[in-house]
C-alpha cells in the first residue's frame, strides 16, 4: 500500500549542515520501529494510507518564487505580535516579534544559540516512535529555534501563523520548530495553520519545547482548514515548578491527527491538556496524548471534550506514565463526547501505567447525547431547536475554553467555537 | 382561548390520559388538582409541546390555532408558558443570557426589535423585585446549584419576563416553604391580568389560599372527574381523593 520508505534516504543528501545531517541519518535508522508502532498508534486513523492514496509523502517540494501573503488577511492579525511561515520557511520581514524573544532559522543562529540547538533540538520530539514525525524530521527544509529570554513576562500573545500556499496542484509541507523557554518566563501563543487556497495539501508540524525551571506557557493551537490532511506533534520537555497549558482547538479537516507529548522530567511540574474538537461532514481528528511523570510531586490534568456531526470520527487516546520515582503523582484524565448523528463516531481509549505506590490517578471517557429535558427546557421558552442546538453545544464547551488564561486568546477562540456551532443544528 | 377536547395521550405506550376535556377563557384561573399518577404533569407537558408525549387522540384550539401542530418555541412564541415542576440545570449557559435570548425570539416572533443591553437591563431589574431574586443569581448558569426554592422563583421571573397569555404552573408549589410560597403567589397575583389566563397543577389547597381560582377541577386516572369552584378544594383537603372516586 505505501511505497519502499527506505527511499527517504535521499532527502537527507539535502541536508546541508553536517551536524543535522548526523541527527537526521539517526532518525532515519529507526524506520522500522516506526513501522512497527504505526499499526497500534494509528489503529482508528489510518492516515498514511489516506495520505499515501492522494499524495507523493515522501517528496519535498522546492519553492523558488517568493510568494506573498494577501494584506487582508495579515490586517487581522494587526498590532498583535506574530511568528509568520509560508510552506514552512519563515518570513522575517513579515514576522513582528517582541523584545525578550528571539526567532532565527537554524543557519542565522550565532554560536551561543547553535549550541542551545545542539542540545535540545530534535532530543524530545517522537521522530523514533511515530512515522509523521519521522518524516518531518528528515524532509524539513528549514527549522526555527524561538527563544524565550530568562523572566519575560510580556502579558501580549505571540501568533505563530503557518500559511500554505500551492501555486499549481497539491503540495506538502513540512514546518519545524524549536521553542526554548528560560528560567522564570511566561510567554503566551496562538498557533493556527491556514491554507490559502482550496487545494488540497498534506502538512506536518512538529514542535518541541523546552521549559526551563519556573517557566511558565500556554500554547494554543487552532485547526480550522477545510480539505487540509494535517499531522501535528508537539513535545514538551519540562524541569523543576514548570507550568504547562495546552489546548488543542480542531474544528474541521478532512484528516487531522494531534500527537502532544509531555515528560514531566523534574519535581513540582504542572501540566494541563485541553482539547475541543467539533467535527462536520466527513471530518476525522485523532487526539493522541502522552503524559510521562519522571519525578516527585508533579500534576497532569487533561480533559478532552468533542462533537461528532454526520459521518465524522473522532479519535481520543490519553495515556499516562508514573515511573516509580514520581510518588506523589497526580494525574486526571477525562474525555466527554456527543454524537449528534447516528452515522458519527467516537473512538476513545484512557491508558494508566503506574509504577509508584503513592499516587492519585484518574480517568474516564463518556460519549452521550443532546439532553432532551434541556433541548425542550430551552425550546419552552421560544428557542428554536437550531438555537437550543447551538447552545448546548457552546455550554459543552464552556468548560474547556473557560480554562484559557490570556483574555484576548479566550474571546478569541470563544468567538470562534460559537460561530462553528452555529452550523451544527442538524 | 384554550379549548381540550377529548384528550388521549400515551408516554412509551402507557396510556395516561383517556379523554380529557377543559376550557379555559382569558381572566380566568383554573387549578387541577389530583393524585399522583393521575396525569397532571402529562397534560402540562403536552400543552407546553413535549414531543416524547404522543397524542393519540383529540383536539387541542389555543387561540383559534390547532396547537398541537405547532413545535415547542411556536408555542411559547404564540404566548404559552410552562413553569416546571422540575426545573433542569444546564451549565454553561448564563440564566441572564438565556432569558434574553428567549425574550429577544418572542419579540423578533412578534416584529419587534430586540431589546438592547439598557433596556433589557431595565426590565429585568423591575421583574426581579416581584419575585425577590438576585442579580447573583441570574449571572449563574442556568439554575445551577440553585435551591429549590429559587428553582421555582427563576421559573416565575422568567414567566413575568416573557409576560405570557396562559401560564401553566406545574406543582409549583412543591417542596417550598411557606415564606417562598407566598412570594410566589404573590408573584403570581401581580403577573394576572384580564387578558391572560393561569393554570395551576397541585397536589395540595395550600397554594389555593394564596391564589384564589376561578375553577377547580380534579383529574383522577387521565380524566377530569370533577370540576367546581374554590370550594372544592377544601373539600377534596378535607375528605381525600376517595371521596371523588367513589
Excluded at chain 1, 513582528?96 to 542565522?108: A, E, H, L, R, Y
Excluded at chain 1, 509508584?356 to 425542550?376: I, N, P, W, Y
Excluded at chain 2, 379523554?19 to 393521575?38: C, Q, R, T, Y
Aim: contains cysteine; glycine residues 4%; positive net charge.
Amino acid at each position: 500500500m505505501i511505497k519502499d520508505f527506505t527511499s527517504i534516504k535521499k532527502n537527507i543528501f539535502k541536508e546541508t549542515n553536517s551536524i543535522l545531517k548526523t541527527k537526521k541519518t539517526k532518525v532515519f535508522n529507526s524506520l522500522d520501529n516506526v513501522l512497527k508502532t504505526y499499526k497500534e498508534e494509528y489503529k482508528y486513523s489510518s492516515l498514511l494510507r489516506k495520505v499515501s492514496k492522494k499524495f507523493d509523502i515522501l517528496r519535498v517540494d522546492s519553492y523558488k518564487k517568493k510568494k506573498n501573503i494577501d494584506k487582508k488577511i495579515l490586517n487581522q492579525y494587526k498590532n498583535q505580535y506574530s511568528i509568520i511561515t509560508i510552506n514552512g520557511l519563515f518570513q522575517k520581514n513579515e514576522s513582528k516579534i517582541p523584545s525578550g524573544i528571539s526567532v532565527n532559522t537554524f543557519d542565522k543562529l550565532n554560536n551561543t544559540d547553535k549550541k542551545i540547538f545542539h542540545k535540545f533540538f530534535n532530543n524530545q520530539d517522537d521522530s523514533k516512535n511515530d512515522i509523521f514525525t519521522y518524516i518531518n524530521t528528515i524532509n524539513y527544509k528549514e527549522s526555527l529555534l524561538i527563544k524565550i529570554d530568562k523572566n519575560y513576562s510580556k502579558k501580549n500573545h505571540i501568533n505563530i501563523l503557518n500559511f500554505i500556499i500551492s501555486n499549481s496542484g497539491e503540495s506538502i509541507n513540512h514546518i519545524r520548530k524549536l521553542i526554548v523557554s528560560n528560567q522564570n518566563s511566561k510567554s503566551v501563543f496562538i498557533e493556527e495553520f491556514i491554507s490559502l487556497n482550496s487545494i488540497e495539501n498534506f502538512s506536518t508540524s512538529v514542535t518541541e519545547i523546552i521549559q526551563e525551571k519556573n517557566s511558565e506557557i500556554e500554547y494554543l493551537i487552532i485547526q480550522n482548514d477545510k480539505n487540509n490532511f494535517h499531522f501535528n506533534s508537539i513535545n514538551i520537555s519540562q524541569k523543576q515548578n514548570s507550568i504547562s497549558n495546552c489546548f488543542t482547538f480542531s474544528y474541521s479537516g478532512a484528516v487531522v491527527r494531534n500527537n502532544l507529548n509531555i515528560k514531566l522530567k523534574e519535581k513540582n511540574c504542572y501540566s494541563n491538556m485541553y482539547g475541543f474538537y467539533a467535527l462536520r461532514k466527513k471530518s476525522h481528528v485523532d487526539n493522541h496524548t502522552t503524559v510521562d511523570h519522571m519525578d516527585e510531586n508533579s500534576i497532569s490534568n487533561e480533559h478532552y471534550k468533542g462533537i461528532m456531526d454526520n459521518n465524522s470520527n473522532g479519535v481520543f487516546n490519553g495515556k499516562i506514565f508514573v515511573r516509580k520515582k514520581a510518588q506523589k503523582t497526580n494525574a486526571f484524565q477525562s474525555n466527554n463526547n456527543i454524537l449528534l448523528s447516528d452515522e458519527a463516531k467516537i473512538n476513545t481509549k484512557p491508558q494508566l501505567e503506574i509504577w509508584a505506590d503513592d499516587v492519585k490517578c484518574s480517568h474516564g471517557c463518556t460519549v452521550g447525547q443532546l439532553d432532551k429535558e434541556a433541548m425542550f427546557y430551552l425550546q419552552s421558552r421560544g428557542i428554536s431547536k437550531e438555537k437550543a442546538i447551538s447552545m448546548l453545544l457552546g455550554a459543552f464547551s464552556e468548560e474547556i475554553i473557560e480554562k484559557i488564561e490570556n483574555q484576548f486568546a479566550k474571546q478569541k477562540i470563544k468567538k470562534l467555537t460559537y460561530k462553528k456551532l452555529e452550523d451544527f443544528t442538524s | 382561548m384554550l379549548e381540550i377536547k377529548n384528550l388521549h395521550v400515551s408516554v412509551n405506550n402507557n396510556k395516561i390520559l383517556k379523554g380529557l376535556n377543559l376550557s379555559v377563557n382569558k381572566g380566568e384561573i383554573h387549578a387541577i388538582m389530583g393524585p399522583n399518577g393521575s396525569g397532571k404533569s402529562t397534560l402540562a407537558q403536552v400543552i407546553a409541546g413535549r414531543k416524547e408525549y404522543k397524542v393519540n387522540k383529540g383536539s387541542i384550539i389555543y387561540s383559534n390555532k390547532k396547537l398541537l401542530e405547532l413545535s415547542a418555541d411556536e408555542r411559547a412564541k404564540q404566548g404559552i408558558f410552562l413553569a416546571f415542576q422540575y426545573p433542569i440545570e444546564i451549565p454553561g449557559i448564563s440564566t441572564t443570557n438565556f432569558i434574553k435570548t428567549a425574550v429577544n425570539k418572542i419579540r423578533e416572533s412578534k416584529g419587534k426589535k430586540p431589546l438592547d443591553a439598557v433596556s433589557f437591563l431595565k426590565v429585568m431589574k423591575e421583574k426581579m423585585k416581584i419575585v425577590k431574586i438576585n442579580q447573583t443569581l441570574l449571572s449563574r448558569s442556568i439554575n445551577e446549584g440553585f435551591s429549590g426554592g429559587e428553582k421555582k422563583r427563576n421559573e416565575i421571573f422568567q414567566m413575568a419576563m416573557l409576560d405570557p397569555k396562559l401560564a401553566i404552573l406545574d406543582e409549583t408549589d412543591s417542596g417550598l416553604d411557606i415564606d417562598a410560597l407566598k412570594i410566589v403567589a404573590k408573584g403570581v397575583n401581580k403577573l394576572k391580568s384580564k387578558d391572560n389566563a393561569t393554570i395551576i397543577i397541585t397536589h395540595y389547597q395550600r397554594l389555593l389560599n394564596y391564589i384564589i381560582p376561578d375553577y377547580v377541577h380534579v383529574l383522577i386516572d387521565g380524566k377530569i372527574v370533577k370540576s367546581g369552584n374554590k370550594n372544592l378544594a377544601q373539600e377534596l383537603e378535607k375528605k381525600g381523593y376517595d371521596w371523588v372516586r367513589a
